[in-house]
RNA sequence: AGUGGAGUGGCCGAGCGGCUUAAGGCGCACGCUUGGAAAGCGUGUUGAGGUGCAAAUCUCACGGGGGUUCGAAUCCCUUCUCCACUACCA
């Protein structure tokens, strides 16, 4: 969440830059302005009463320790009535924090001015292309019936376990995939990010932390009987390894790489969209992930975007980077660039990678902070990255790289990985 | 999962209703001392929030939340984590 000072300080200029997610934040800002005042003086209040108790209890302490009992419990007495207004007041500020703090969440981030203004994904802005669209031969069919033909991945038997979007990966299927995570750990150790397992279910403070709780709660899968989340992204549990922690200036900057499986609901998807591979309820998916001092968050932006577009320039997938306009930027983002690749038997861009910087928005959260000596600890900047999310890139490989037989050429670099060079 | 025990500052560890303003130690930083160092001595050593131009000062925090009390690290309830034993299990 933004922080309260950034907010009173820059009132018009939050204002303004939330437009560009087509938000106004008008009334919303006034009353988080409005409430944080009515928030100190009920602070005032309460604290001034709390210092008069403190006050008056330490004196019965010392009327007892003389013996004057009659003189303590007159003054017992007294207190004792004071107290009921302090509880009266302690339970108004306690409800003006929690509304406070609700009203916090609503706000998303403030996009960066380099993010263009827009509602949808057609108003996103093309900043990088390259590769070369394959032109394929007649007869050229879509990943779902390649997959099917060959037996590498199997959604009836998914359906069967589990449900709709829970493919079986078989044979030659599973290996690549394998050899796809592999491959993506490999090169995020390449560049320093250092490799972790973190656990798959989260607990609500997590949720929290990286800003998926409260208003995303519909998206995650919910266990209720323990009240855990089964992690939509490994962004969750890496981000908040850094939870609640100051870490020294010197540490930074933190850089993690991890693969896990990741578990969406998402509701409301249906058609072509969702066919095959291409949005799946589990996915596998190798996440980067880095907490940094905040005058080099733009830079390691950059930093990572080069990393994934050096994945999938080795994977010889046609792809397009798009810079998300302020319709489509996520609660917590600052700048957000979307990696996409061009799946030609579908003729169309999939989304494979998301790089975000979220400045202070989640650490504000996490109160993830840093500290340089005897100074006072400042928050830190986190961001992320997908390098990269498995079923696309594996649906863009199958597409794109089907021969005239109908078989599936591996590209170079997975070959070590695979053990094969043909499915 | 059951039963019992325990969670105190950067770390160890005392305190078990009011001289706690959290003892003592270790570590760390600075100073004195020294040719230099060690030892020794001295000083300091958390975070959040409020008031104030500032100096300063107040509030909150002894795993988390709630309660009893004029007053809670200390008593009660609840929850989490760790340890031991029992049961189960890869």
Not at 84 to 95: G, I, R
Request: charged letters at 30%; hydrophobic letters at 35%; proline letters at 4%.
């Amino acid at each position: 969440m933004l922080q309260v000072k950034h907010i009173l300080e820059n009132k018009e200029q939050v204002i303004e830059g939330l437009k560009k997610r087509n938000l106004d934040a008008e009334t919303l800002v006034q009353q988080i302005i409005d409430l944080d005042l009515e928030r100190k003086t009920s602070i005032v209040k309460v604290e001034d009463l709390r210092a008069e108790g403190n006050k008056k209890s330490k004196e019965i302490g010392g009327l007892f320790k003389e013996g004057r009992i009659e003189e303590a419990n007159a003054a017992k007495l007294e207190v004792q009535k004071a107290k009921t207004e302090q509880k009266n007041l302690e339970e108004e500020l306690n409800n003006i924090e929690e509304k406070f703090r609700n009203l916090l969440y609503q706000i998303p981030n403030v996009p960066h001015t380099t993010v263009p203004s827009g509602s949808t994904e057609e108003d996103n802005e093309e900043v990088y292309s390259e590769g070369i669209i394959p032109i394929l031969h007649e007869g050229a069919k879509p990943h779902w019936e390649i997959v099917k033909k060959k037996n590498i991945v199997d959604f009836e038997t998914g359906v069967k376990i589990t449900g709709a979007g829970f493919p079986v990966y078989k044979g030659k299927g599973a290996r690549l995939q394998r050899a796809l995570i592999n491959f993506f750990l490999d090169e995020a150790e390449k560049s320093g990010y250092a490799e972790v397992i973190p656990p798959l279910l989260i607990n609500e403070a997590s949720g929290i932390g990286t800003g998926q709780l409260p208003d995303k709660e519909g998206q995650m899968y919910h266990v209720t009987g323990d009240n855990l989340y089964l992690i939509p992204t490994a962004e969750v549990p890496i981000t908040n390894i850094y939870r609640d922690l100051i870490l020294n200036e010197n540490e930074l900057p933190k850089k993690n790489c991890g693969y896990t499986p990741c578990f969406r609901r998402e509701a409301g998807s249906y058609g072509k969209e969702v066919r095959g591979l291409n949005r799946l309820h589990q996915f596998d998916k190798v996440e980067i992930v880095q907490v940094v001092h905040p005058d080099e968050s733009y830079q390691v932006l950059n930093d990572m975007v080069e990393h994934v577009k050096e994945l999938v320039r080795k994977l010889k997938l046609p792809f397009r980077i798009l810079r998300l306009c302020g319709g489509d930027l996520g609660l917590t983002s600052a700048l957000t660039f979307d990696f996409e690749v061009y799946s030609t038997a579908q003729e169309r861009w999939l989304e494979v990678s998301s790089v975000s910087n979220f400045e202070t928005y989640q650490s504000n959260r996490l109160k993830l902070r840093f500290k340089k000596d005897k100074e006072k600890p400042q928050l830190a900047h986190t961001l992320n990255g997908s390098a990269l999310a498995l079923p696309r890139i594996m649906a863009a490989l199958i597409e794109n790289n089907q021969d005239i037989n109908g078989d599936i050429c591996i590209p170079e670099v997975l070959q070590k990985y695979t053990g094969f060079s043909k499915i």
